[in-house]
């Protein structure tokens, strides 16, 4: 089932073939790739409070110095079109595995040198400005990583095993989220205070800086996509800009992308990335206990990817967005009404909602099959992208805001409200498609 109208995939003889090793080896480098390179870009998020120490004024109000190193982290975010959009204009019309190969060497030097980085109280204002330098480039990176990524999985795999392929890389992302959480947990177990300032902060970053370019040379053994191979022999290839076609002639599947991804940033950014953050401010969790929860979160996130995906190929991925957005709404309530109780089943309750923001496991496929082949990386990129960047970028800080303004709840009713998008998104298009099916 297509979310729009697209083009179809060029013909391939093992559409229809079950997943092989070599399909298996495929998934599994790209996944752990992608987790290596998204692990360097969510661990600024877990050492938001010792950065606002260390590159701002002491004399900085502390919710003030946290809000700047958001704002700064929202930069990232900001920054995602543009790589995004120039790594997918290459990838639609030289190849999807240079840019995928590409996108984690960018990422890596970054990280590393966030790592090697001083603080305030040696260098003063620049060392502020040298961090939203960093963290630009890696948005850059990141944002021609994931839907370059989400493509390249979704051209190996076969037709009928997009949902799982797409799930199964998605969930390869978030265990870069896991690795940072269970990190910072244990920075924040094992470090005092002191400790963490002086330099227990910078191993997850010189650590990330590795793992990146681990990632780059784990990639020089993937193959490019069939479908690319077969639409360059076939001469099928965008030959115009890519960008200029997609924004002509699928404004819909950009709509439709964008709309989803709004419910995939509010449920990652908020539930998995921000709550251990929120969790001790505003319903006084215990931070080692909060740092706990969120890596069982981060890994029923993992696995919520994977059941997602494999639900999708079976009934569908718009039935299946739709009724997963619903779960998301009642698990997020129920996790903050409880946390606003007490937080007597925290724990629980955190790795359920993990689970069902698993969800976004299936945004991907949504968004590969809104556009056509030769201009599908540039679509998807686009849309995803800007959707992160107007979206993701003000969650943080918004979230933040409102919790200490708003009430408790404001982040689980701002994750209520995107769900409900993406499920009133869904059934449009479920409508559309019966009124457009032919009669039987």
Known sequence: MTAVSAAPLPARSHETRPLDRRDARTLLLSALGGALEFYDFV????LALPLSEL???KDTAPWLAQVQVYGIFAAGYLARPLGGIVMAHFGDRSGRKRMFTLSVFLMALPTLAIGLLPGYAQVGVLAPLLLLLLRVVQGIAVGGEVPGAWVFVAEHAPARRVGFACGSLT????????????LAAALNARLDHAQL???????PFLLGGVFGFM??????????????TEMRERRQLSQ???????????R??????????????AAVVVVILMLPSLAPKSFHIAPRLAFLGNALAALGLTLGCVLYGWLADRFGELRVLLVGSLALVLGTYALFGDLAAGGAHFLSLYALDGLL??????????????????VCFSGLSFAYNVAYAVFGAGTATAIGWLAARAGRMAPAHYVAITALVSVGTCFWLLVRLRRTRPAS
């Not at 661990?43 to 877990?46: C, L, S, T």
């Not at 969930?171 to 269970?182: D, K």
């Not at 115009?240 to 699928?250: D, I, N, T």
């Not at 819909?252 to 940033?265: D, P």
């Open 215 to 228: 990632a780059v040379w784990l990639r020089r053994w993937l193959d490019e996509t069939p479908v690319f």
């Open 55 to 57: 590159f701002f004024p």
């Open 240 to 250: 115009g800009m890519p960008l200029r076609v997609v924004l002509s002639e699928h």
């Open 197 to 203: 300032l002086g330099w227990g902060w910078r191993v």
């Open 252 to 265: 819909g599947g950009v709509a439709v992308s964008m709309l989803v991804t709004w419910m995939l940033t």
């Open 171 to 182: 969930a390869g992302l978030t265990v870069g989220i896991l690795i940072g959480s269970l």
């Open 357 to 374: 923001v698993g969800v976004v496991g299936v945004v991907p496929t949504v968004m590969v099959r809104a556009f056509p082949p030769a």
């Open 43 to 46: 661990v600024f998020v877990f």
